[in-house]
């Protein structure tokens, strides 16, 4: 066969039609081509890094306002320094970007800026960064984070000497630290920006005072990839759905996965029944004591098993072996001293107390709020006591609990890294604007929480709180309930790493990234 005179005769739009196709073909394997080598590449990439994955809504990321994002908080434990930072290992705070002094009683902070320590950019960081942070953003009247800038009223902050700070507070408080463990900002970066700004943007810069290796982040900080102080590669993937396989998953609603080990941790955080103690039915202990055995924990915990059951505010001091189980008899026996309850009991009468819980977005906290209410209405009613329920949204809870217009309020609390209680017992916090929401007042408690402020002494800071837990065991201003069980899940190819039972929270997970490893 003549191919040439063949190709002759073949018409031009076909030969066009024909090159058009061959093209299209050859485009079409090399792309293909293209995204399978890249795709190795990634696999590969990912195989040799640690991959980590933390769950949460896309939120807008500020380091400064942290109080109610997970994601801000691993963000600024990962990538920022504060003054000072917590152990969670030790359960202390050690020196960070700064060596400080805290007086005898407590009142005087002193920072003395540690010197060869810099930004990402190479700027060096100094006492001009912390006093910036602190005066000029967060005592900036105008800053919109009112729980930080509220801390610091009445607060005063020098410049005391190179490279030196000194703080000064009105009165004694060894939990103060805390606040010193706040980001540290780069002075040089936001000076321009005016405060009504700063409040606004998205400060994803990552100038950041931990020096990573390659650091590099998308536009809304969902994935981050750095290299730590190992030289191993790390890819943080913040967001609420997994798109991979990870080494490590933070996700406290995920079932047990193949192929991880299931690790959980607990809180300082707990749930109590909180009871309105100006209300003249509480004023008597015996019906304080009544209600506090009919909550019968003992069937409690069958009906909340993801929970653990507590039986006093700083839970991780108090072991619970087991718990009894509730005899209505005796409770009701014991309410025969209650001149009021027989009376009621006599004229057939049943007592109402209202109950009010928070109404969540969240299924799963309401559908655990609905679950105590329910156990606790059908318990107390047991001894004659009839529960009123109602579910408030947040804002209006709160108005509620402020204004004392409630007899029980379950809700929870968060006692971070420290031990203060002060603002939710002390009975000068009874009064306008205080915490003291149940308006508990017992001398002694008081003289507890003002020498707890005082003590810098680890060890003893954790005797005071045992004596502050075995005091308000007897006194009964409210029933603590649980506390709420963590989890994440591992694939064991992370080396180095510390798992611990216990975290002020959950960004302490990460407190030693920088000593990671892939196995």
Known sequence: MNYRSVLKRYPSSSKIKSLILIGVLIFTLIGKFIVEVRESFIAQHNKESVTVFVQENKTVYHPLFSENSLKAKVLNKIFYKGLVSYNPESQTYVSDLAEFNINQDATNFTFRVKDNQFWSDGTAITIEDALFTYKNIIQNIKFTNKFLYNQFQQVKIDHSRENEMTVIIPSSNSFFIDLFTL?????????????????????????????????????????????????????????????????????????????????????????????????????????RQAIKDAVNKHDLENKIADQTIISKPFFQFDEIKSIPKTSFELIKDNLQQSQYFSNKIDNNKTIKLSLIAIKHSNEKLNGINHTLIDHISQNLNKIGIEIVPQLYDIEVFKQILVNREYDLAIFGHDLGANYDSYSFWHSSQRFQNGLNITSYYNPLTDNLLENLRRESNQNKKQDLAREINKQLNQDIPAIFLFTGKKYYFIDNQIKNRKILNTYSHTSDIFYDIHSWQKT
């Open 183 to 287: 980001p540290i900002l780069p002075k040089h970066i936001y000076k321009q920006i005016k405060i009504e700004d700063f409040n606004s943007k998205n400060l994803g810069t990552f100038v950041v005072s931990n020096n990573f290796q390659k650091l590099k982040a998308d536009s809304e900080l969902t994935k981050i990839e750095f290299e730590n102080k190992q030289n191993q590669n790390i890819i943080l993937h913040i967001d609420a759905e997994k798109t991979q396989e990870y080494n490590l998953i933070v996700d406290n609603q995920e079932q047990l996965l193949e192929g991880y080990k299931k690790y959980s941790y607990l809180l300082p955080q707990y749930s109590a029944m909180f009871i309105n103690m100006e209300r003249s039915f509480f004023k008597n202990k015996i019906h």
